[in-house]
């Protein structure tokens, strides 16, 4: 089953390769590692390693200027991954897209922290039990509009 494992809250004005950062540094904290999907913006060797010293894989396409490493037998196992990585990432993006379209989740007019974590907390826990129905009505999980038209 997919789900929203981690979220972080942080102000506009803190870089993403930061909050980045905090996210692999709680995730190598877990006794069972799992890989982390990375977009390409995150293809620097700093943040692989950061999450590799406690035996952690961050997982990103190479960039096409990229050489392959030696350890890749074949051109169609490099199409082949990188046609996997996309198809992950527009997964991810449909879910961002989601969250933005119909939670409005950049807006959740709250006046304090606790407010807005509440409200996000709830956009997220709303979006998770409507993925979940779906997917037990055996529709397309993310169909959402569909539950309530």
Known sequence: ?????????????VGERRVAEHLLDVESDREKL??????????????????GRKGGQLWYALRRSQPPDS???TLKEEIALRAWHRGKRARIESVFGSLSD???MEETRARSVW???????AKLLA??????INQALGRRQTALKSLYR
Do not use: K, W
């Open 1 to 13: 089953m997919l789900a929203i494992c981690h979220f972080v809250l942080s102000p506009a004005n």
């Open 34 to 51: 799992r890989p982390v999907l990375a977009d390409n913006g995150y293809c620097g060797d700093r943040l692989a390693n950061l999450f």
């Open 71 to 73: 350890e890749r037998e």
């Open 102 to 104: 119909q939670f409005q």
């Open 115 to 121: 407010g807005a974590m509440t409200r996000v907390v």
């Open 127 to 132: 979006y998770m039990v409507g993925y979940r």
